[in-house]
């Protein structure tokens, strides 16, 4: 028979080991979620991203690595070369990792060319509708690649069916609102709701 000493060191051995075995899981997880970041974004992207480094504006820079992981979405508006999609993937991985969000993430021209399959077949929009609506968190990166009518329509009902949900929509693009309306001349009613949609789903960021 134990002794009461003995009794207590044996429940805190095996409280111990618990906590070790708990811990061990969560590394074993987290590196798995890297692992499976990098697939979801590349190796390039999945690099850790140094924010001394960047040309950024500071404080632009911190809205983005600052930014929540619920509530509204992000749209970071600027040229190329400015850093927008390392920041973006760089706070999505913090989600990813730490908080253990469903994310998807596309290019701009990987959203359009399915938004046209999917436009074009009927049979495909359901498809189509439910792959981009159900992550908890929807980054398309270089919006307005290949950006057309069909694009802008695809984008519409994709925040219109996310909102819904409550479910962020995060761009980064170099399309500012005079190029929207540019580019959608012949479809003013379109681009306006377009913008509208952007700026009440979105926190705006303009580099």
Same mark, same amino acid.
């Given at each position: 028979m134990l002794t009461p000493e003995e009794h207590k060191e044996m429940e805190r051995l095996k409280a111990e080991s618990e906590i070790n075995l708990r811990n061990k899981l969560a590394v074993e997880r987290t590196e798995h979620r890297k692992k499976t970041w990098q697939q979801i974004v590349g190796e390039l992207y999945a690099e850790e +991203?140094? #924010? #001394?480094? @960047? @040309?950024?504006? !500071?404080? &632009? $820079?911190?809205? *983005?690595l600052e930014f929540p992981s619920k509530g509204k979405g992000l749209c970071v508006i600027g040229e190329s070369r400015r850093g927008k999609s390392r920041a973006c993937f760089h706070r999505l991985r913090d989600f990813y990792l730490d908080d253990y969000l469903s994310i998807k993430c596309v290019t701009g021209i990987e959203f359009a060319t399915k938004a046209s399959a #999917? +436009? &074009?077949? !009927? #049979? &495909? /929009?359901q498809a189509w509708l439910l792959e981009f609506s159900s992550p908890s968190l $929807?980054? *398309?990166d270089d919006f307005g690649k290949r950006f057309n009518i069909t694009t802008a329509e695809a984008l519409h009902e994709i925040f219109e069916e996310r909102c819904k /949900?409550?479910? !962020? /929509?995060? $761009? @980064?693009t170099n399309l500012t609102s005079e190029l929207i309306k540019k580019l959608l001349k012949d479809e003013p009613h379109l681009a306006n709701s377009l913008i509208e949609r952007i700026k009440e789903f979105c926190d705006v960021v303009v580099l």
């Amino acid at each position: 028979m134990l002794t009461p000493e003995e009794h207590k060191e044996m429940e805190r051995l095996k409280a111990e080991s618990e906590i070790n075995l708990r811990n061990k899981l969560a590394v074993e997880r987290t590196e798995h979620r890297k692992k499976t970041w990098q697939q979801i974004v590349g190796e390039l992207y999945a690099e850790e +991203f140094d #924010a #001394a480094k @960047s @040309s950024m504006e !500071p404080a &632009k $820079l911190s809205q *983005i690595l600052e930014f929540p992981s619920k509530g509204k979405g992000l749209c970071v508006i600027g040229e190329s070369r400015r850093g927008k999609s390392r920041a973006c993937f760089h706070r999505l991985r913090d989600f990813y990792l730490d908080d253990y969000l469903s994310i998807k993430c596309v290019t701009g021209i990987e959203f359009a060319t399915k938004a046209s399959a #999917a +436009f &074009k077949d !009927p #049979a &495909k /929009t359901q498809a189509w509708l439910l792959e981009f609506s159900s992550p908890s968190l $929807l980054y *398309i990166d270089d919006f307005g690649k290949r950006f057309n009518i069909t694009t802008a329509e695809a984008l519409h009902e994709i925040f219109e069916e996310r909102c819904k /949900t409550r479910k !962020p /929509t995060w $761009l @980064s693009t170099n399309l500012t609102s005079e190029l929207i309306k540019k580019l959608l001349k012949d479809e003013p009613h379109l681009a306006n709701s377009l913008i509208e949609r952007i700026k009440e789903f979105c926190d705006v960021v303009v580099l």
